[in-house]
């Protein structure tokens, strides 16, 4: 979710354990109050394999008094932010506020929020 005050061009990606990131990037601004995505995201949960998920969002905003580059710690192929998906976050939707100090990721199973920076 856009919250950053402008229009803005948003990249995000997760990456459960050791797999390969699902990269989502837009290709047009998004407008404040708008949605980014989907991302449509896999994860494992219960015995046999267990693993961690990682986040990364950025966001390039191009109008409007935030103008800039705004993001998290990690980077698209490589997301470090640690927000574990557990197995009442499957096949849910979710929306995530982001603004140009914070994203946060508000799942059932606990929410997460980590710094932006420009």
């Known amino acids: 979710m856009n919250n950053t005050g402008g229009n803005a061009i948003f990249s995000f990606s ?9 990269i989502w990037q837009s290709s ?3 407008a404040p109050g708008g949605f980014a ?18 986040w ?3 966001a390039e905003v191009v109008d409007g008094s935030s103008q800039g580059v705004y993001q998290t710690e990690g980077s698209l192929q490589a997301p470090t932010k640690e927000c574990e998906c557990q197995s009442a976050d499957d096949g ?7 603004t140009t100090s ?12 980590t710094s932006v920076s420009s």
Not at 14 to 22: C, E, F, I, L
Not at 41 to 54: E, L
Not at 92 to 98: G, K, V
Request: with cysteine; net charge negative.
């Open 14 to 22: 997760h990456r459960y354990s050791d797999d390969a990131p699902v």
């Open 28 to 30: 047009t601004p998004v």
């Open 37 to 54: 995505g989907p991302l449509e995201v896999g994860f494992n949960t219960g015995f046999g394999r267990t693993g961690m998920d990682y």
């Open 56 to 58: 990364y969002c950025r």
């Open 92 to 98: 849910m939707t979710y929306y995530f506020p982001f």
């Open 102 to 113: 914070t994203f946060m990721m508000p799942l059932i199973s606990g929410s997460c929020t």
